[in-house]
């Protein structure tokens, strides 16, 4: 089974286009103070390297908006300048590299809205325009999801009228029934690339619950271009889930696919150490590749059977199995080793 995606407008970002049928893209923020250049230099090649293939960034003043031009140019990857408040900043980062500019609705003064639309087609430069639960300003709607969607399609009919279509658009909540509904109002009333995402999901399992549960129905559905999971934790997780569960969609592969049996009162080998070690050491195999790890012949030989790659536990050893067709048995210690050199071969 296909997920099929909603039809949109091609937006580029940058070196990378988004929307009608293009991938869906992973994007994070950085969380240094930008005002630090060492330090957002650093994070930004950081987070280019594990994935992150939009990076969004913090314009909180001038200072780092100037650090923001200058790391522009040394980025492989399109950076978003965010911006709260002030026109200037969103105008000066228009100016000076940034792939695309977010701006709230709830908090841009509207009055620069004309030249932040002429500076960005100059320069080919899209705009997000990104509400979120926690600064929703325009009251237009009788429920908060629709309140938080038409806050968003408010500014889009303006910018569309000043003929500009290199739009993105969010709406974003932390209650994911909200999040849920605001976006299908987007998708219905809208036809441009959509960035999807939980809010303030919180940290740990229970943010990244939260964001999985919360962005999976919408993706299901066929909505979303660009994602970001929003966790008080590193940024490098937040790329890392942002993956996962477009993987699991099958909506983009990354790495190999790995299953594992949780167990039961029949396993009679340590799986959960097994399944750990090689789930680690077959991270970098072949993205198409599909290895399990199971322990014993209740499920292990069907499991085994759609695998590229099967170890299947029995009394204190594992059958190795290649494309369904067992290859070998193993003594438990010795299990790994022998498992990633078939797979490796
Ligand atoms: Fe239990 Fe076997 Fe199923 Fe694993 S595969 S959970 S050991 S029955």
Do not use: W
């Not at 997920?3 to 950085?30: D, P, S, W």
């Not at 300048?81 to 841009?108: T, V, W």
């Not at 536990?313 to 078939?342: P, Q, S, T, W």
């Amino acid at each position: 089974m296909k997920i099929e995606r909603r039809k949109t407008r091609a937006v580029e970002i940058g070196n990378l286009k988004i929307g009608n049928g293009n991938l869906i893209a992973v994007q994070t923020m950085t969380k240094c103070d930008s005002r630090d250049f060492t330090k957002l230099k650093t994070e930004v090649l950081k987070l280019q390297k594990c994935g992150a293939e939009i990076l969004r960034i913090a314009i909180p003043d001038f200072s780092a908006a100037e650090n923001f031009a200058k790391v522009c140019k040394i980025s492989k990857i399109p950076l978003v300048a965010d911006i709260h408040f002030s026109g200037d900043l969103a105008l000066f980062c228009a100016e000076n590299g940034a792939a695309k500019i977010r701006i709230n609705p709830g908090n841009f003064p509207r009055e620069f809205l004309k030249k932040l639309v002429k500076i960005c087609k100059k320069n080919s430069v899209a705009i997000r325009v990104g509400a979120n639960s926690g600064s929703l300003k325009f009251q237009n709607g009788k429920t908060f999801a629709e309140k938080l969607a038409n806050s968003v399609l408010q500014n889009c009919e303006f910018l569309t009228h000043e003929n500009f279509d290199q739009i993105v658009v969010a709406a974003k909540s932390s209650d994911i029934l909200t999040n849920f509904a605001a976006n299908e109002i987007l998708a219905k009333k809208c036809d441009f690339p959509i960035h999807i995402g939980i809010t303030e999901s919180g940290f740990g399992e229970n943010g990244i619950v939260k964001s999985a549960a919360g962005i999976s129905p919408i993706l299901k559905n066929g909505i979303g271009d660009t994602v970001r999971i929003s966790l008080s934790d590193d940024s490098e997780k937040e790329i890392e889930i942002a993956r996962a569960i477009l993987q699991n969609l099958k909506l983009r592969k990354f790495s190999r696919e790995f299953i594992s049996c949780p167990t039961c009162g029949r396993t009679e080998i340590n799986l959960k150490k097994v399944a750990r070690e090689v789930f680690a050491a077959t991270k970098n195999l072949n993205p198409n590749l599909k290895i399990a790890v199971m322990g014993c012949v209740v499920n292990g030989p069907g499991e085994a059977a759609t695998a590229d790659f099967a170890l299947v536990g029995g009394k204190k050893f594992f059958a190795i199995y290649a494309r369904g067709k067992f290859v070998k048995k193993v003594d438990e210690k010795n299990a790994v080793a022998e498992f990633l050199k078939i797979c490796e071969k």
